[in-house]
């Protein structure tokens, strides 16, 4: 056991499951759109569904969205300081199969156009699992620098993705490959020890038969 199992998170807010962890999701979600969000439609199910608005949980899914961390004193405030800086969101609820009941379901959009889509539970002590990213499973903690590739389920997409990251000097920490169906697309999420350049995001997306490219350096600020 981890002291900081013990001591848990510095956060605001009543709870690290409801308060903390929402407040990474929404966090992690701004990271993984790649820009502040101008949209968003943010849905609850389970506990988060039935007491989140007690513990804040609504705030802080849209704190988190906002580039706020946990320990960040505006935090109660994040409804009217989205109000200020344009972000525009609808919070509701929704009922999902074998989902921790923790779990939040965030459609975002940006400026640019981008948009993504993020299920992600809370597993206590501010932390976080990404299950789901645009509809396809997923499993990762949004903690480290994490590069995901959406592609067609056709052979050798891994080996050319692979070979790019090791070309410049990146170490694949762990990678999982998921799949919504044979043939259809697939997802591969590596964990890296660098940051995730963009010069690298922009050779994978020109790839034919590669969909999209996210990625999420914890040290950056958007």
Known sequence: MRLFDVLGPVMIGPSSSHTAGAARIGYTARKLLGEPPVRAEILLHGSFATTGRGHGTDRALVAGLLG????????????????????????????????????????????????????ACSIGGGRIRVTKIDGVAADFGGDA????????DTPGYIAEVTAAVAKRGINIASMQVFRSAPGGSAVMVMECDQEIPEELAALLRSVPGILKVTRLNVEEDL
């Open 68 to 119: 706020m961390r946990p320990d960040d004193a505006r935090l109660p405030d994040s409804f009217a300081i989205a109000a200020q800086e344009g972000l525009a969101f609808q919070i509701g609820t929704v009922q999902l199969r074998s989902a921790h009941p923790n779990t939040a379901v965030v459609r975002a959009a940006g400026k640019s156009g981008r948009i993504l889509e993020l299920e």
């Open 145 to 152: 620098n994490t590069l995901i590739i959406h592609n067609a």
